[in-house]
């Protein structure tokens, strides 16, 4: 077994030593600048763990495991031109510090050398292993599609949100999870159920990430809160509100969205009034703790060691305590 | 061995019958326009007639033919918003029927696709076919790089434009007919081969679309011409020009060029007695004859029956002869 510390550092020499050209400048230069950005590299120390769980040799999986933080920042660099986002981890996005061009062309090469590394996978695991990547690509791309559909909808339900989260978020998670169990020689089984662990866990991320950005505190985030309401982008809150509001309150709330003259902070002040009214934030806090219990037991339900299993819990057991 | 007939509606059939989800629609449907549009299926008839030559069975590498047609649409999706390009083979580009980060995500999706497809491949040819395809991939987009960045020089040299060529065109053409040559089992020697044949081909075809767009007879064309002159855009006549004419003459053009108010048509009309006065004109139908004969020679040299190579001698042949 290998401690976190050793996965995350054999991640870092992998990414700084990724077989990259240097010309042309204008595309290998963006990829550099977004790998060494400081990602908390989850994925793929989750790949490594479930690798290492299985006791398989966390360096057969290393390979995956670049490429999953490589397509992961590939989806952050296409994500921020379609969102329009300035800054990532505090530094400016790609699409502003060169162009949008950029952003497209460097993130299609990503997206090849995710290719190209995963592809360095041992070879008898190749067959499965490419095949769950594919899978988990498209859908990654499904949720990112949906999350577009719902900007222009006032009528996201609580279950088409759940569903576009567990694609967008979860199934990378998810794949990660599955892939290094099948490079550790996982049974079917066992990759079915560390994946149903990074799913429920990829969800219950999600949503915490909905209420930090409305109920978190700045000071401790490192960043201003309220993007999402200024933005009136379709999260569990607000589509919790629409399923419970009495039409009062909706036709309030959607006065509030439409008044394109409002003041931000005016704005967030009294939608967060009507969120609080209706108990949303206790509600997506238990929803938050549900998926999150329900990772973990399908973590406790792996016919193995818990000493074994305790990297990935305490992994996330981590990213659940987070306060950013 | 199988017609050009043959092998295109094997080509067809499999584009309509790809595996791809209805939903969300708003990522495959513009999947679904962009291989409707009866493109020319070049690189996927290469690839299977590459196959073919070789006595290898092309429903073997229908799926890897397929792949590197979808590859080529993903590239134009990405290129035609990075260019602003308004309309593709007379209809709306997908960045303006859509929106671009519709074109953003449904390409990323045709990118992932084209991997599924490409490892439907006969496994003993995996590791071969999927190494040329990644090389050629990364390739495609370094050309694409370098055309970006010859947009903000104007000091590009012949050189520099025809290794920009040989990446963006070039790399696509021949890593099609050396993945159809892996899979019908060709020697490397006859991969290689037949990829110098490629590079060559396709340098050619990029050069007489540089005349074509200058010199072309729009009725014929069944478009405009004109449109690199009008967008400054740096083309093998330009870049000819740029080595040969005297000091005044470059100044001259330098001053047309940068006259942002000057009327398209004037500037056409200058900008072609430019190139006419230097004899770029022959100059660059020399190199297009030169390029095209060195393929040929390239396809005479593998040692195999004339009758065999016939089909792929005449696609170049068509290639070049085109009006359009």
Redesign the interface.
């Known amino acids: 077994m290998h401690t976190r510390e050793e996965l995350g550092a054999m991640i870092e020499h992998a990414l700084r030593h990724m077989a990259l050209?240097a010309?042309?400048e204008?595309?290998y230069a963006p990829i550099v600048y977004t790998l060494e950005e400081g990602g908390k590299r989850i994925r793929p120390l989750m790949l490594l763990m479930a690798c290492d769980l299985l006791g398989g040799d966390p360096r057969a999986a290393l390979p995956a495991a670049t490429a999953t933080e490589v397509f992961h920042n590939f989806t952050l660099l296409?994500d921020d031109?379609?969102d329009n986002a300035p800054t990532r981890r505090g530094k400016p996005t790609v699409h502003v510090r060169w162009s949008?061009?950029?952003a497209?062309?460097s993130?299609?090469?990503m997206?090849?050398?995710a290719?190209?590394l995963l592809?360095q996978s041992p070879?008898a695991t190749?067959?499965a292993v490419?095949?769950v990547f594919?899978t988990m690509?498209?859908e990654v791309?499904?949720g990112?599609?949906?999350d577009?559909?719902f900007e222009s909808r006032n009528d996201v339900t609580t279950d088409e949100y759940l569903r576009m989260i567990a694609l967008k978020t979860g199934a990378l998670i998810a794949g990660a999870l599955r892939i290094g169990a099948l490079i550790g020689g996982a049974s079917e089984s066992e990759a079915a159920t560390l994946a149903r662990f990074g799913t429920d866990l990829g969800i219950a991320f999600q949503l915490q990430d909905d209420l930090l950005d409305t109920y978190g505190d700045p000071a401790v985030l490192g960043k201003a809160v309220g993007g999402d309401i200024a933005c009136n982008k379709k999260t569990y809150l607000l589509a919790s509100t629409l399923a419970l509001a009495p039409t009062k309150t909706k036709k309030d709330l959607a006065l509030i969205m439409a008044d394109r003259r409002i003041d931000p902070d005016d704005k967030f002040v009294r939608v967060r009034a009507i969120y609080d009214a209706l108990g949303v934030r206790e509600l997506t806090e238990r929803q938050v703790t549900a998926y999150f219990d329900r990772s973990l037991e399908a973590l406790d339900s792996l016919p193995l060691d818990a000493a074994r299993k305790a990297p990935l819990r305490e992994l996330a057991l981590g990213l659940m305590n987070r306060q950013k």
């Open positions: 050209p010309q042309p204008g595309l296409h031109i379609m949008p061009s950029t497209i062309l993130g299609d090469a997206l090849i050398q290719y190209r592809m070879a190749l067959p490419t095949g594919n690509a498209l791309c499904e990112q599609q949906y577009m559909d």
